[in-house]
């Protein structure tokens, strides 16, 4: 096999030895060429199944990686799967010759325009406020302005809630009456609405576990709160949450199109064999729409049937069978091409350089190529949907996006406490991935419509989802 496109094919190079060398010599020679092809094709799938495994490590972002890339992964401990997708999202940096290379300055990165400013001025010196010319005082004609990032470290204080009481002195009879609490997330919490939305946005969104949150608040507070009373805040915020996402699904079941993905995660069985099952999320969205994760305990159709129900628009999925009877009978199933180019990335493992490769390789090629084929073409309708519904994305990866702040979590909260919090951790996620998706800040959303959310009535509650919310207050 060439390693260098400029050095002559295999056959052609044992050609010209057949021809200069002497039969034995020859022989010995051709052996040790194939022994050397051989080996050359080992190190080929040996490298590919290394790179292979590297990718399911760190998942389907760093596909673009380079192997060098990969192996330096492995040097740095805890790597997040969030800096590999930011690691594989660079655009490529274009190759120039040594003597044509010139750095060029990026430019001074602008900050956000709606982050509030704190001007601070600073003041001449006192010998630049008087002119070396004359010995005038100078007049200030401007300013020289420059902006940095800046940031306050999180203050803790006590807030002290006095409510007025008023009575009649001439008719004592009538009692006392006391100015009306506020409603609040959780009714007499030693906490603030603030903390406790704090502490669900930092596992749920910042994906920083409850054992480090506690420790934490002790650190910086000086309070002393368990990982135990935490849990019970989330639990507290994920009940709530349950019937504002099943307002969240009823509104995607009224549109067109969604696409579907699932994700194991694991649950915490308490049985006294201290083993998790395996459990599943399975996650519907709509493109730059709302987003809605469903818990279940299996991988089976009856996840997927009751959610849908009798949806009749547009399905598009990564091809998982169970997916293929559920819903009306006019919903339309569409597949994504990017699953179906993962399988050609799976399939096609070796790639010969040359074109005179040796016929095993040519074999390899061919069965993979009738395999990858075989894939598409059972997929092929699906595959086309985008030409007939233009509203179509070519590939679901909005959906498998939506999935990182599970897997994120496989690596920081690690699995679901029971069976019972899966429907409340599947509520808290869809209410913090839709806020993510849509640009709406999540600690405000949560901060006005969590307080008092369980006394509403569920024909509001279609008024409180985060795409109705924003319309309203924006």
């Given at each position: 096999?060439?390693?260098?496109?400029?050095?002559?094919?295999?056959?052609?190079?044992l050609?010209?030895?057949?021809?200069?060398?002497?039969?034995?010599?020859?022989?010995?020679?051709?052996?040790?060429?194939?022994?050397l092809?051989?080996?050359?094709?080992?190190?080929?799938?040996?490298?590919?199944?290394?790179?292979?495994?590297?990718?399911?490590?760190?998942?389907?972002?760093?596909?673009?990686?380079?192997?060098?890339?990969?192996?330096?992964?492995?040097?740095?401990?805890?790597?997040?799967?969030?800096?590999?997708?930011?690691?594989?999202?660079?655009?490529?940096?274009?190759?120039?010759?040594?003597?044509?290379?010139?750095?060029?300055?990026?430019?001074?990165q602008?900050?956000?325009?709606?982050?509030?400013?704190?001007?601070?001025?600073?003041?001449?010196t006192?010998?630049?406020?008087?002119?070396?010319?004359c010995?005038?005082?100078?007049?200030?004609?401007?300013?020289?302005?420059?902006?940095?990032?800046?940031v306050?470290?999180?203050?803790?204080?006590?807030?002290?809630?006095?409510?007025?009481?008023?009575?009649?002195?001439?008719?004592?009879?009538?009692?006392?009456?006391?100015?009306?609490?506020?409603?609040?997330?959780?009714?007499?919490?030693?906490?603030?609405?603030?903390?406790?939305?704090?502490?669900?946005?930092?596992?749920y969104?910042?994906?920083?576990?409850?054992?480090?949150?506690?420790?934490?608040?002790e650190?910086?507070?000086?309070?002393e709160?368990?990982?135990?009373?935490?849990?019970?805040?989330?639990?507290?915020?994920?009940?709530?949450?349950?019937?504002?996402?099943?307002?969240l699904?009823?509104?995607?079941?009224?549109?067109?199109?969604?696409?579907?993905?699932?994700?194991?995660?694991?649950?915490?069985?308490?049985?006294?064999?201290?083993?998790?099952?395996?459990?599943?999320?399975?996650?519907?969205?709509?493109?730059?729409?709302?987003v809605?994760?469903?818990?279940?305990?299996g991988?089976?159709?009856?996840?997927?049937?009751?959610?849908?129900?009798?949806?009749?628009?547009l399905?598009?999925?990564?091809?998982?069978?169970?997916?293929?009877?559920?819903g009306?009978?006019?919903?339309?199933?569409?597949?994504c091409?990017?699953?179906?180019?993962?399988?050609?990335?799976?399939?096609?493992?070796?790639?010969?350089?040359?074109?005179?490769?040796v016929g095993i390789?040519?074999?390899?090629?061919?069965?993979?190529?009738?395999?990858?084929?075989?894939?598409?073409?059972?997929?092929?309708?699906?595959?086309?949907?985008?030409?007939?519904?233009?509203?179509?994305?070519?590939?679901?990866?909005?959906a498998?996006?939506?999935?990182?702040?599970?897997?994120?979590?496989?690596?920081?909260?690690?699995?679901?406490?029971?069976?019972?919090?899966?429907p409340?951790?599947?509520?808290?996620?869809?209410?913090?991935?839709?806020?993510?998706?849509?640009n709406?800040?999540?600690?405000?959303?949560?901060?006005?419509?969590?307080p008092?959310?369980?006394e509403?009535?569920?024909?509001?509650?279609?008024?409180?989802?985060?795409?109705?919310?924003?319309?309203?207050?924006?």
């Open positions: 096999m060439s390693a260098n496109p400029s050095e002559p094919p295999f056959d052609e190079l050609e010209q030895l057949k021809s200069a060398l002497p039969e034995p010599l020859f022989a010995t020679v051709s052996k040790k060429f194939l022994a092809q051989y080996a050359e094709l080992k190190i080929q799938v040996l490298e590919e199944r290394l790179r292979l495994r590297r990718i399911q490590i760190y998942g389907p972002g760093s596909e673009k990686l380079t192997n060098e890339q990969l192996e330096l992964l492995e040097l740095e401990p805890g790597v997040s799967t969030a800096e590999v997708q930011a690691e594989s999202a660079r655009e490529p940096v274009p190759v120039r010759p040594a003597e044509k290379r010139v750095r060029q300055h990026p430019g001074r602008a900050l956000p325009a709606e982050l509030p400013r704190v001007e601070r001025v600073i003041a001449c006192a010998e630049q406020c008087v002119c070396g010319g010995g005038r005082e100078t007049t200030v004609i401007g300013y020289e302005e420059s902006e940095q990032l800046d306050e470290p999180a203050k803790y204080f006590v807030v002290v809630t006095k409510r007025e009481k008023r009575a009649c002195k001439s008719c004592e009879e009538r009692g006392v009456q006391a100015a009306p609490l506020p409603p609040r997330i959780i009714e007499k919490s030693l906490v603030s609405d603030r903390v406790v939305i704090d502490t669900v946005v930092s596992k969104a910042d994906h920083c576990p409850l054992y480090r949150q506690s420790a934490m608040l650190r910086d507070s000086g309070v709160l368990s990982r135990q009373t935490l849990d019970g805040w989330v639990m507290r915020v994920g009940e709530f949450l349950v019937p504002l996402a099943e307002a699904r009823q509104e995607l079941l009224r549109g067109s199109y969604l696409q579907a993905d699932e994700t194991p995660v694991g649950v915490q069985m308490h049985d006294g064999n201290g083993s998790n099952h395996l459990a599943y999320l399975w996650q519907y969205g709509r493109p730059h729409g709302a809605v994760f469903d818990f279940r305990m991988r089976g159709r009856e996840g997927p049937k009751r959610f849908l129900g009798n949806f009749d628009g399905l598009q999925s990564d091809g998982y069978a169970v997916y293929d009877s559920v009306g009978p006019k919903m339309v199933h569409a597949a091409w990017s699953h179906s180019r993962r399988k050609f990335v799976e399939a096609v493992k070796l790639h010969p350089q040359d074109a005179e490769a390789v040519r074999l390899i090629d061919e069965l993979f190529a009738i395999d990858a084929e075989a894939h598409t073409l059972a997929l092929w309708p699906k595959l086309t949907r985008f030409l007939e519904y233009p509203e179509l994305e070519l590939s679901n990866n909005l498998e996006n939506s999935m990182r702040p599970v897997a994120l979590g496989h690596k920081n909260w690690i699995h679901i406490g029971s069976e019972q919090a899966g409340k951790v599947a509520a808290i996620l869809s209410v913090v991935e839709t806020c993510r998706r849509l709406i800040p999540v600690r405000e959303y949560l901060a006005a419509v969590l008092g959310l369980a509403t009535p569920i024909h509001r509650l279609l008024q409180l989802t985060p795409i109705a919310w924003a319309s309203q207050n924006r």
